[in-house]
């Protein structure tokens, strides 16, 4: 692969995804039945964890397929524990002791709600990175794209978590509780104005991005119209935020009462009007109609497979894939497992053509090359301003390379997952690849250091999981079924190990008695200098190709 191809991409601006003409491939949602080797299971955790270590290719390789794919939905750790006051050097906090978690304490103390935002960042960097053997982090990073939400608007610290959390917590759940946790959670009111409409001045926002972004998309069969969607305003006036509490409520006073009839589109729906109390559950009625169109159910599995197999959606695909899905989706009210079990065993999931075709998010870059290496953190309980520290590091370093967690450029996430006609292509620019290279350069070589500790590839570490490191050519195969999904060739194999690891002699054995030798000797300063400097190039070259930053 040219490493041109990922620098002349053509940009252009699209209000909807519009579905490609003719067939990339020919196969369907029927149970894959084909080889269960390493490549499959590597393609799978590649698209279901960020990363696939060592450990957890061996782990899922001594599963069937089925078992692999109930395991990856099926979280059992625990939830992450929540975060804490890291800033205290920085801003103390009265409330707050240091180490201990703020999300209990609301504030409206600008500055305080500042750090607590950052400090939500670099937990959420921390929490990826200890993800467990699930799709849980996946998916909860999926959802927050789907409901784009930015922290600098929501503000207030404790909203911004609680709305992680309610990603977190129902990421393999229903869809339909889901959207109406969405709808009445608090800083989803704060960031598109739903705590501010009223029935003397409906406000629009969150209606809008409730049909166009959450549940029906855009496309030639979405055809709600203008009134509809301040309809929608009307029946959600009354949603209010106490912000002594932080608890949500329905405010009768401010609802509209009046009933509401819908387009044709909504086969001219109306929802009654209630009075009192009863009119919050106008919302669920909102939300009802709203997943009773086909288009609903077609536009999230659309979402889902666009962030889970390929980026563009032909006319086979369409019929093949997305419409059985959709149905799924809809015959099991809206329960996202089921759609997802049925892709992940499915023979069009393990398609060859599916296979290390998306370029690897920022996100998935930094949390999976530092998964993948192994790289030791400090503790979070015992040293968890080192640890926060170093999270921030790894955040800071996905918002350089175009995903800023937690604040996506605005409500309709990142373009690189909804825009055409580039969609993942738009990750690798000439800004950003430079700082993909950068930050593997950076963490082969120096590393990060914090108060006196340091994060880094321990190239010699690491290559010592692998099965045969004596020999050249094993080790460069082995290196590469941990960290590619696109094949070298043998000619540009035999280059590397030449002018790397041989250091431009042609006999094997020249790497393998200097490996032999340190493994006699590791105490043998100048033997271990020698055999780190030569894996440091090797593994540095590698992630500077094209071919690393694919999926």
């Not at 019929?319 to 497992?337: E, F, K, S, T």
């Not at 926060?388 to 590091?393: K, L, P, T």
Request: glycine share 6%.
């Amino acid at each position: 692969m040219d490493r041109r191809d990922f620098l002349t991409l053509k940009r252009k601006r699209t209000e909807q995804p519009v579905v490609s003409s003719g067939r990339r491939t020919y196969t369907g949602i029927a149970p894959y039945n084909g080889p269960w080797t390493h490549n499959e299971v590597q393609h799978l955790l590649k698209r279901t964890l960020f990363g696939s270590r060592r450990a957890d290719l061996d782990y899922f390789a001594s599963r069937t397929l089925d078992q692999a794919v109930d395991e990856l939905l099926a979280p059992t750790a625990p939830l992450p524990t929540p975060p804490v006051n890291d800033y205290e050097m920085d801003m103390p906090d009265p409330n707050v002791p240091a180490g201990s978690t703020w999300i209990n304490d609301l504030t409206a103390d600008e500055e305080l709600n500042a750090v607590r935002r950052l400090s939500f960042k670099k937990w959420w960097a921390g929490v990826m990175l200890r993800q467990d053997r699930s799709i849980r982090e996946k998916l909860t990073l999926f959802w927050a794209d789907h409901f784009g939400t930015e922290t600098n608007t929501i503000r207030i610290a404790n909203f911004v978590y609680r709305h992680n959390d309610l990603l977190r917590r129902n990421a393999l759940g229903n869809f339909r509780s889901l959207i109406k946790g969405v709808t009445i959670d608090a800083g989803m009111l704060i960031y598109l104005n739903g705590y501010l409409n009223a029935a003397s001045a409906p406000d629009e926002n969150y209606a809008r991005e409730l049909m166009e972004l959450y549940t029906l998309g855009k496309g030639p069969t979405v055809a709600y119209t203008e009134p509809d969607v301040r309809t929608a305003a009307r029946i959600l006036t009354g949603w209010r935020i106490d912000l002594t509490t932080g608890q949500v409520f329905f405010e009768p006073a401010q609802h509209d009462t009046n009933n509401k009839q819908f387009s044709a589109y909504y086969n001219n729906t109306v929802i009654n009007g209630q009075t009192g109390a009863a009119g919050a559950a106008e919302t669920d009625a909102l939300i009802n109609m709203l997943l009773a169109k086909e288009e609903t159910a077609r536009y999230i599995v659309r979402c889902l497979y666009r962030w889970f197999v390929y980026y563009k959606i032909d006319d086979g695909e369409e019929q093949d894939v997305i419409g059985p899905l959709a149905a799924i989706l809809r015959n099991n009210n809206y329960d996202i497992h089921p759609v997802l079990e049925t892709l992940f065993k499915s023979e069009h999931f393990f398609d060859v053509l599916n296979q290390g075709c998306l370029i690897k998010p920022p996100v998935d870059h930094v949390i999976g090359t530092m998964r993948e290496f192994g790289v030791s953190f400090p503790d979070a309980t015992s040293a968890y301003e080192d640890a926060y520290g170093m999270w921030g590091y790894l955040s800071n370093w996905t918002a350089a390379m175009g995903q800023n967690v937690g604040d996506p450029p605005d409500v309709s996430g990142w373009p690189a997952f909804y825009q055409e006609p580039a969609f993942h292509e738009m990750w690798i620019n000439h800004d950003t690849l430079p700082k993909r290279n950068q930050f593997t350069d950076i963490m082969v070589w120096n590393g990060y250091t914090r108060n006196d500790f340091t994060i880094q590839i321990d190239v010699i570490a690491f290559t010592k999981t692998l099965p045969a490191p004596a020999d050249p050519n094993a080790l460069i195969n082995d290196a590469l079924n941990v960290l590619y999904r696109v094949p070298l060739s043998e000619t540009a194999r035999q280059q590397i190990k030449q002018s790397i690891l041989l250091s431009g002699q042609t006999q094997d054995y020249y790497w393998t008695n200097a490996w032999n030798g340190y493994i006699a000797d590791p105490t043998n300063m100048a033997a271990a200098a020698i055999i780190a400097n030569r894996l440091k190039s090797l593994y540095q070259y590698l992630m500077n190709l094209p071919e690393y930053q694919l999926s």
